[in-house]
C-alpha cells in the first residue's frame, strides 16, 4: 500500500477514535447523571430554597441556587462582555497589522484563559480586602468576570479575525471612521460569535465552583443585593455530595441534572438564534 495512504488512514484511525472517547465519556457523565439525579429531582425541589436541615437531608430545594447561579453569572457574563467587546475591536481594528501590542494582548489572553479557577478566587479575595467587601454576590461576579474575560475575548478575536478585511476597506472607502467601521460594520458581522462565545464563557462560568468558595459565600436565602451572600449550583452540588447521608448525595446528583439541563437549553437557544442571525453575514 502507499505510504501516504497508509499514513492517511492511520491519522484517520486516531480521529474517529479521539472521537469516540469524547462522546463516550460525555455519554457516560450524562447517564450517570441522569440516572441518579431522576430518582431525587423533584418538582419541590426546584420550587422551594432549602429550609432548616435541607443538608441533613430534611425538607427544601435548590431555589435559592438556581437563582442565585443566573443572578452571579448573568451579571458577570454582561460585565465580561462590555470589557471583551471593545478589547477585541482595538486590537483588530485600530492597532496595525503584526502590531507587537496585539500580540501581547492575545499571548496574555492565553494565559490568563489557562489558569486554575482556584487561582482566580484567591485573586477575587485580594480585592475584596482591598475594597473591603465581604463575600457577597458582587464580589462573585467579579471573580467570575475576570475568569470570563479571557475565555469570551479569545473565542471573539478568533471571529473577528475571519471576517474579510475588504468589508473594512470598503467601509473606510465609504468616508466611515474607525469606530463606525469597528460597531456598525465588524460587530454586525460577528453578531453570531459573539453569540457563540457568550455562551463559551457563560457555560464556564456557572458550572465553576473553585473561584466562588472565597467570594461568594453561601446562603439558604436567594440574594436581595449586591452586597449579600449568594448561593450557586455548582457550590449546592459540592456542599451535597460532602454530607456523609445517602439522600442528600442523591440531591447532589438531582442539582447536577439541572445544571446540566440549564446549559443545555441555554446552548440549544444560542444555536437557534445564531443561526437566524447568520443571514446578516457575509460569507
Known amino acids: 500500500m502507499?505510504?501516504?495512504?497508509l499514513e492517511e488512514?492511520?491519522?484517520v484511525f486516531l480521529m474517529i477514535c479521539s472521537g469516540l472517547?469524547?462522546?463516550?465519556t460525555l455519554g457516560l457523565i450524562l447517564v450517570k447523571i441522569i440516572a441518579e439525579g431522576a430518582r431525587h429531582l423533584s418538582f419541590t425541589m426546584i420550587t422551594q430554597p432549602p429550609k432548616s436541615g435541607y443538608y441533613l437531608g430534611k425538607e427544601g430545594g435548590i431555589l435559592n441556587a438556581i437563582l442565585g447561579s443566573f443572578y452571579l453569572t448573568g451579571g458577570a457574563t454582561v460585565l465580561a462582555l462590555l470589557l471583551s467587546l471593545p478589547i477585541v475591536l482595538y486590537i483588530n481594528v485600530y492597532s496595525r497589522s503584526g502590531s507587537r501590542l496585539a500580540y501581547l494582548v492575545r499571548f496574555s489572553l492565553d494565559v490568563l484563559w489557562g489558569i486554575p479557577s482556584i487561582v482566580y478566587g484567591a485573586f477575587g479575595f485580594t480585592i475584596m480586602l482591598i475594597l473591603g467587601l465581604k463575600a457577597s454576590l458582587l464580589a462573585g461576579m467579579i471573580t467570575v468576570t475576570f475568569l470570563m474575560l479571557p475565555i469570551m475575548a479569545r473565542a471573539m478575536d478568533e471571529v473577528v479575525r475571519m471576517v474579510p478585511r475588504e468589508l473594512a476597506e470598503a467601509s473606510y472607502a465609504l468616508g466611515a471612521t474607525r469606530a463606525e467601521t469597528a460597531f456598525k460594520v465588524i460587530t454586525r458581522q460577528v453578531v453570531?460569535?459573539?453569540?457563540t462565545a457568550v455562551l463559551i464563557a457563560f457555560g464556564r462560568g456557572i458550572g465553576d465552583a473553585a473561584s466562588l468558595i472565597f467570594t461568594a459565600g453561601f446562603t439558604d436565602s436567594v440574594p436581595t443585593s449586591l452586597f449579600t451572600p449568594v448561593a450557586t449550583l455548582p457550590l449546592a452540588i459540592f456542599f451535597q455530595f460532602g454530607v456523609p447521608i445517602p439522600e442528600v448525595q442523591g440531591r447532589a446528583y438531582a442539582s447536577a441534572l439541572v445544571l446540566t439541563l440549564v446549559i443545555l437549553v441555554i446552548s440549544v437557544t444560542a444555536r437557534l438564534i445564531a443561526g437566524k442571525l447568520n443571514r446578516n453575514?457575509?460569507?
Open 21 to 24: 472517547i469524547i462522546l463516550g
Open 281 to 283: 453575514v457575509v460569507k
Open 9 to 11: 488512514n492511520f491519522f
Open 192 to 195: 453570531p460569535g459573539i453569540s
Open 2 to 5: 502507499d505510504k501516504r495512504k
